[in-house]
């Protein structure tokens, strides 16, 4: 029977974004399946006394140059967001959440997520009505549904639901992963995911 990889993140992370692109051969390999479990980030840090790491001026200054030597690794494109750390992610979460049994539309979303975020230049804030049905809108995607869906009260505490889970399991911060009841923490820990998906 395949194994599950739950992969815990919020959108405004940006070491999730690496993450996103790791996951695809992660599960490749290993023939496991990957639950998407949209959670709020700031839900998390607050609940944990977690900082984020701009907050801490050497941490900002490594995490700059050590996402740029990620992404080259993995072939990506990361441009700052001028909108972070501002930027409203819970209705783009709250959609891919809803999501979660239209798996086609769920990962054609949650790709075109991390795009427009982190891939290309002016990122949208996915909190802006405008920004984001332009965005999504122009993936082929029912973007007025998708806003709808992603600021319905149901999809708020669904994933509210899905950050205090994320809490209780352990998780301080974005990316997070689940195999059974191992918890990993970042994109640099899925190779050991990977072994707990193959043992």
């Known amino acids: 029977m395949a194994k ?7 959108y405004i ?5 690496i993450a996103q692109a790791v996951v695809t051969g992660v599960i490749e390999r290993s023939g496991a ?4 479990r949209p959670m709020f980030l700031g ?3 607050k609940a944990t006394g977690n900082q ?3 907050t801490i001026p050497a941490k ?6 050590d996402l740029a030597r990620c992404c080259k690794r993995y ?9 972070f750390p501002m930027m409203n992610t819970r209705p783009l979460a709250g959609a891919t959440l809803r999501l979660a049994d239209d798996p086609g539309q769920q990962s054609a979303l949650f790709l075109a997520g991390w795009k427009h975020i982190w891939g290309k230049p002016n990122g949208i804030n996915c909190g802006d009505e405008n920004q984001f049905k332009e965005a999504f809108g122009s993936e082929g995607l029912d973007a007025d549904k998708l806003w709808e869906l992603g600021n319905d009260p149901e999809t708020k505490a669904m994933l509210r639901a899905n950050t ?34 193959n043992a």
Do not use: C, I
Not at 4 to 10: I, K
Not at 13 to 17: G, H, N, Q, R
Not at 33 to 36: A, E
């Open 4 to 10: 599950t990889l739950e992969f815990f993140f919020d």
């Open 13 to 17: 992370s940006p070491t999730a974004y």
């Open 33 to 36: 399946t990957v639950q998407l």
């Open 43 to 45: 839900g998390v840090m």
């Open 52 to 54: 984020p790491p701009g």
């Open 60 to 65: 900002g200054k490594y995490l700059g140059a």
């Open 75 to 83: 072939g990506l494109e990361l441009h700052f967001n001028p909108h």
């Open 164 to 197: 205090e889970e994320a809490v209780e399991r352990g998780a301080f911060g974005a990316p997070t992963f689940f195999v059974g009841d191992e918890m990993f923490f970042g994109h640099d820990r899925l190779d050991y995911a990977e072994e707990a998906l």
